[in-house]
């Protein structure tokens, strides 16, 4: 029998849903929230976790540990999510989750390529979903990001994620921001890059983090269809929302 | 002939039978003798009395009820109480007559509002007093009025509560009830054999109170779908379903509470019986040769689900429950099944998943009623028509209550279980009595369909009818007696265990001491689990303030239901259906979990891994999951989420 840890170095967990049917497609998962994003994406509905997470309570690694030891027989992996996962330094918290058997899923916006790779070398995640949150230019991507992004790091994540691990792509899709063009352009930049799953979610403008978004209509079903025609054009596509 | 001190009073009754009459004070003495067992010299002298009352009023119109409520304070006065019950008149003040007809109910979901609905309501309410006058011992009564525990559907004291019934009756006995006008011989055709089952269904629901279950459906309707072609039997599906769903409109108002029972396997209790196909005939092969078609009607029946009604909502009734045995998986296609099916849970929640392990198998009745078949149950499964349960009644514990009286006591709390335990089976005794009345009244009597005896016995088989012990509130129970709800430590969670484990032994033991079969449910009962709480918050205030759910401000509280945990605590759906599921084996007559979904709609696969999880590493007996959906009263369209 294992000990139960009480710290893995690296990490404070800021929020846990314990039984996830939605946050890796096909999948029961425990699902970690860690603090802190390099991004500001309007349309973000984690905003606490990236403006002020200093004021929500931490996650016990401990109580993390035991509930995926006691829930091992029923969950499939761990999602860790953000935030930016990739901020923190994550090695010893996926090592916990395989520890107990399970598997590792992360979240990240691809701004930090080193530590995909080394994350996807040592085998400590089993799957990857990158937000793709505009086609590849400058100003664009930085309009949805909320700050200057550096592309190539997005490039080399993407070429990195499509060709080493399991993985999906997304977009949340944001009436203003995005359109069929939009979807094309990242659809057909995924497509070269080998990758082989596109997910459109929809926008809930409730829970944005602009005030301005909060306004904007999310797209109807049958707008979401059509994009994902136009994406399915490229590479295997859907879309999920309510 | 008129008395001879009534000559002169020129005053007119208006009676019950609709006349108007003279004033004849022996009229009073009489209904005394012959209704309430006064002596004739009694009653003369009330009589009396009650008539100068009525001339010293100088009132020159009077009806009976009046006269009668009269003579009551007569018989009060006289201290003639037992009198007073048997003289007195069941009924309504006008006022909650005109809420009732005007007003739309709340107690119950599945009644709409229209004058058969308010017609059942104002039988029911009258039944009720007399089910609490004349059926149960006061001591009884008073327990339920005063909510120490709840008599189920009292409104429908002349009949029992749910069913379990066989569709192989209706393919061998065709639709044949007891004064009909005309009879239908054994169906030839599926679509025949579905009005068939929609008509004994209606039927059987005016002669029980709840539940009227179909066991393995999909599977005893499959001789009759030879040979027909996917389209043809999703038609038959969509019949099913659609009738099943729209009998609301009949008399009564009120929807079939329904369940349409399916396997992917072949069970193994039916797979040698010999399959019963057209015109009531034997098709000279066994259940197990129907696989296909019980698959291929399964399947149909789950697309008619996943489509909904016409504008895309989900069916709340009929319900489609899985059932889930060893055999499914080791047979052919039941991962896509259970795709499928997980599928109309994640869009549209219909779908409940009851898990047989083992070598239990069971038949549900409602959402959370399901029967273990036992090894007599098993020997009917060679005859499948015989196979018809019942529970008679259900009699639900106020459990909050039993922790305020014992006062931190362990002994005397389990000590005043058993105690209201011994009065729920008093309760069982008595309904047992008056249904029995009623059925040895025969077929010409008000239970004459459930008398009928085509296969040499009654359809209502009394030998083979449970009695149901409900709990209501075990959290606040533990919540009081130990400061801890059961989600909150595992100490709270075992002591939980332990008062369900008593009940379990007391239903053995009652059982014995009875001659009864009384058994654990877990009550279905929101409306019970707001009376109960409201009622304690009046008699047990300090106590009950501590613990009751909801907004005591708003008036809106209640207990959480059976043994379930908090509904409202961050407690994770694993460790849900793990912990609920340790009750389970102790309620006899069925436990459920529910499992809430939200706005999120996962993929099939997730949910049909939750299934088969819960099946493998729980003893969870009955899962269903939970989406939330708004539907627009003007324009009927539905959406997913809360609005």
């Known amino acids: 029998m294992t000990l139960q840890r009480s710290e893995v170095s690296g990490v404070t967990i800021k929020g846990m849903v314990e039984t996830s049917f939605v946050d890796w ?47 091992s027989d029923f ?43 080394e994350l996807i070398d040592s085998r400590l995640v089993d799957f990857v979903a990158m937000d793709v949150k505009a086609p590849l230019r400058e100003r664009e991507y930085s309009k949805a990001a909320g700050v200057p992004v550096d592309l190539k790091a997005i490039s080399e994540s993407i070429e990195l994620i499509a060709g080493e691990v399991e993985h999906e792509f997304r977009t949340t899709v944001v009436r203003g921001v995005h359109d069929r063009q939009s979807i094309r352009e990242i659809a057909g930049t995924l497509e070269r890059a080998g990758a082989r799953r596109y997910v459109l979610q929809k ?22 269809d059509e994009l994902v025609e136009v994406a399915a054009g490229y590479l295997p596509a859907k879309w999920r929302g309510r | 002939m008129k008395g001879e001190d009534s000559t002169d009073i020129a005053l007119f009754v208006k009676v019950s039978a609709g006349n108007v009459v003279r004033w004849d004070r022996r009229r009073i003495a009489e209904s005394l003798m012959r209704e309430a067992g006064v002596g004739a010299e009694q009653a003369e002298q009330i009589a ?116 379990g019934n066989s569709i192989e009756y209706v393919k061998k006995f065709g639709l044949s009830l007891p004064n009909a006008l005309s009879i239908s011989k054994p169906a030839r055709h599926a679509e025949v054999l579905v009005l068939h089952l929609i008509k004994f269904s209606a039927a059987l629901q005016g002669v029980f109170a709840g539940a009227i279950g179909w066991d393995a459906v999909n599977l005893f309707m499959a001789p009759y779908l030879t040979g027909r072609s996917e389209r043809e039997i999703e038609q038959v599906a969509q019949m099913l379903v659609f009738e099943f769903a729209q009998q609301a409109v009949a008399r009564g108002g009120q929807s079939i509470f329904s369940d349409l029972n399916l396997y992917w396997e072949v069970p193994k209790h039916f797979a040698d019986v010999e399959a019963i196909g057209p015109e009531g005939r034997y098709t000279g092969n066994t259940y197990e040769d129907y696989l296909e078609e019980a698959q291929r009607f399964a399947r149909a029946l789950i697309r008619v689900y996943m489509q909904g009604d016409g504008m895309g909502r989900p069916f709340f009734f009929p319900k489609p429950q899985l059932h889930i045995t060893e055999r499914l998986f080791s047979t052919e296609g039941y991962r896509e099944f259970l795709y499928e099916i997980a599928r109309l849970s994640s869009e549209k929640g219909n779908s409940y998943y009851v898990f047989d392990r083992g070598e239990t198998a069971k038949i549900s009745e409602c959402c959370r009623l399901a029967f273990k078949l036992d090894e007599n149950d098993l020997q009917d499964a060679k005859t499948p028509w015989k196979m018809r349960y019942s529970a008679m009644q259900n009699v639900t514990i106020n459990l909050p209550r039993i922790a305020y ?115 654990l449910e877990q009550t279905p009962a929101e409306s019970t689990a707001y009376r109960m709480a409201k009622l304690d918050l009046e008699h047990y205030r300090e106590h009950a303030t501590q613990v009751v759910k909801g907004s ?92």
Request: hydrophobic content about 35%; overall charge negative.
């Open chain 2, 405 to 519: 009286e014992a006062n931190g006591s362990d002994e005397r709390l389990l000590e005043l279980l058993s105690e209201r335990m011994r009065l729920a089976a008093e309760a069982h005794v008595a309904k047992r009595r008056f249904i029995v009345k009623l059925l040895n009244l025969g077929k010409n009597g008000p239970l004459g369909l459930l008398c009928m005896d085509k296969d040499g016995e009654p359809y209502y088989r009394l030998h083979r009818a449970t009695f149901l012990m409900g709990m209501l509130g075990l959290n606040e129970l533990v919540q009081y007696h130990l400061g801890e709800e059961m989600h909150e430590s595992s100490y709270a969670l075992r002591f939980g265990l332990k008062v369900i484990a008593h009940m379990s032994r007391e239903c053995e033991r009652l059982g014995e001491d009875y001659g009864m079969r009384f058994v």
């Open chain 2, 48 to 163: 009396g009395r009650v008539e100068s009352i009525i001339r010293e009023s100088g009132i020159e119109f009077i009806t009976g009820p009046l006269i009668r409520e009269i003579v009551n304070a007569e018989l009060i006065k006289l201290r003639l109480e037992e009198e007073r019950k048997r003289y007195t008149r069941l009924g309504m003040p006008v006022y909650d007559v005109e809420q009732l007809i005007t007003k739309q109910n709340k107690e119950n979901a599945n009644v709409p509002h229209g004058p058969e609905a308010t017609n059942l309501s104002l039988a029911e309410s009258i039944k009720k007093q007399y089910a609490l006058l004349r059926v149960f011992s006061p001591e009884v009564a008073l327990a339920h009025e005063r909510g120490d525990i709840h008599l189920h559907d009292l409104g429908f004291i002349d009949r029992p509560y749910c069913s």
């Open chain 1, 203 to 224: 926008f809930i403008p409730e829970l944005a983090m602009s005030e301005e978004l909060r306004r904007v209509k999310s797209m109807s079903d049958a707008e979401m």
């Open chain 2, 552 to 643: 005591i401000e708003r008036g809106e509280v209640y207990y959480t239901n059976s043994t379930y945990l908090n509904v409202s605590a961050p407690i994770s759906p694993i460790e849900r259906v793990k912990k609920e599921g340790m009750f389970h084996p102790m309620i006899h007559a069925g436990s459920l979990t529910h499992i809430w979904l939200g706005e999120a709609k996962p993929e099939p696969e997730a949910i049909a891994k939750f299934v088969v999880r819960t099946f493998r590493h729980t003893t969870n007996d009955q899962i269903a999951f939970s989406p939330e959906f708004s539907s627009c009263l003007d324009c009927g369209r539905v959406d997913r989420g809360l609005w």
């Open chain 1, 75 to 117: 969950l499939d992996g761990v999602c860790i999510t953000g935030g930016e996962p990739t901020l923190h330094s994550l090695e010893e918290l996926c090592s916990l989750v395989k520890s107990t058997g399970l598997k590792v899923k992360l979240d990240t916006n691809g701004s930090s390529p080193r530590v995909l790779e």
């Open chain 1, 25 to 71: 497609d096909g999948n029961i998962v425990a699902t970690l929230f860690l603090p802190g994003c390099n991004f500001r994406c309007g349309f973000c509905f984690n905003a606490k976790l990236v403006l002020e997470h200093d004021t929500l309570d931490d996650v016990p690694i401990s109580y993390v540990h035991s509930y995926l030891r006691s829930n």
